[in-house]
C-alpha cells in the first residue's frame, strides 16, 4: 500500500534550502516551480531559499524575477528577501 508523506510548505522549503546550499539552483528553482501543482502555496521563506539559490547560483535575473513576483501572489518580501536579491543583483 502506497503511504507516501505528503508534501507541504515546510518539506518544501527544507528540499528547496537543500539545494541551495549543494548548489543546485536549477533543481531548487524546479521544486519551487512545482509546488503550485501540488496545491502547496510558497511562503516567504520558500521564496527566500528559492532567490539565495539563484544568487548562489549567479543566476541574478531568475532571482530578480521571484522577488519581483512575491507581492503579486501575496508574499510579503522580508529583510532576507531584500538582502538575497540585492546580493544576487551584485554578483551579476
Same mark, same amino acid.
Given at each position: 500500500?502506497?503511504?507516501?508523506? @505528503?508534501?507541504?510548505?515546510? #518539506?518544501?522549503? =527544507?528540499?528547496?534550502? =537543500?539545494?541551495?546550499? !549543494?548548489?543546485? $539552483?536549477?533543481?531548487?528553482?524546479?521544486?519551487?516551480? #512545482?509546488?503550485? !501543482?501540488?496545491?502547496?502555496?510558497?511562503?516567504?521563506? #520558500?521564496?527566500?531559499?528559492?532567490? #539565495?539559490?539563484?544568487?548562489?547560483?549567479?543566476? $541574478?535575473?531568475?532571482?530578480?524575477?521571484?522577488?519581483?513576483?512575491?507581492?503579486?501572489? !501575496?508574499?510579503?518580501?522580508?529583510?532576507?528577501?531584500?538582502?538575497? @536579491?540585492?546580493?544576487?543583483?551584485?554578483? !551579476?
Amino acid at each position: 500500500e502506497g503511504r507516501g508523506v @505528503t508534501p507541504n510548505v515546510i #518539506s518544501y522549503n =527544507a528540499a528547496i534550502s =537543500a539545494c541551495e546550499k !549543494g548548489g543546485q $539552483w536549477e533543481k531548487a528553482l524546479e521544486l519551487f516551480n #512545482s509546488m503550485g !501543482g501540488r496545491g502547496v502555496k510558497p511562503n516567504v521563506i #520558500s521564496y527566500n531559499a528559492a532567490i #539565495s539559490a539563484c544568487e548562489k547560483g549567479g543566476q $541574478w535575473e531568475k532571482a530578480l524575477e521571484l522577488f519581483n513576483s512575491m507581492e503579486g501572489r !501575496g508574499v510579503k518580501p522580508d529583510v532576507i528577501s531584500y538582502n538575497a @536579491t540585492i546580493s544576487a543583483c551584485e554578483k !551579476g
